[in-house]
């Protein structure tokens, strides 16, 4: 039996196992939250009465507990958001990719080209009221050039899937996106995808492949 070497993890390997680990992480969150919403707390609920003494209407003990575990569950989450914005630039960006897979480069690289040299990829279909992409500025039927660190070679098929996991790891994050509005006018706007904005999803709009293989 010949020796055997580990097989190399690739840079969407580390942002797949990356994103298990924030879905892990938001999902203890949603537990320790429910412990305090089962308080009738808050992360800043008083627990002591008038008097100084511990509730006795609440388990103070568990408030206490799902709060501080709730501050190094954000903490962590922070960190592993920041390790999957770098791990989605090695994924999509051929400069470093190629650094760290010269034979081997996956099929959604992205190729850095000049803002005149972008084809749009992606079509706007609708865009909610009161939105964040509706804040940004997006209209209907504008054509998306860019969307961060994305382009129309970030995509191998018709699938927008990059896209969606790319947002995923921007909530609250400002993000540059380029689009082509009328025959030939490029606009540059700013997206900032967040929740509980009062609609469905992080940016409100949706978007259809345009164009793709």
Known sequence: MGFMLPERETPADQVRALMARKEAI?????AQ???????????ETPLLDADGFPRSDIDVWAVRHARVRIIE????????MD??????QNVYDPSVAAAAEPTEMPQSNISVSPPSALLPFAKVDGVAPGSPAAAAGLLREDLVLSFGV???SSFGSSSLQPLAEY???QEN???LVRVLRGANETVSLTFIPRRNWG???LLGCHIVPHNLV
Do not use: P
């Open 173 to 175: 994050r400002e993000i």
């Open 199 to 201: 609609g469905r999803g």
């Open 73 to 80: 569950l954000r903490n962590d989450l922070a960190a592993v």
């Open 26 to 30: 938001e999902a203890e969150l949603d």
């Open 167 to 169: 947002v995923a790891t």
């Open 83 to 88: 390790r999957i914005m770098v791990g989605l």
């Open 150 to 152: 994305l382009t129309r």
């Open 33 to 43: 939250s429910s412990i305090l919403e089962a308080n009738d707390s808050t992360m």
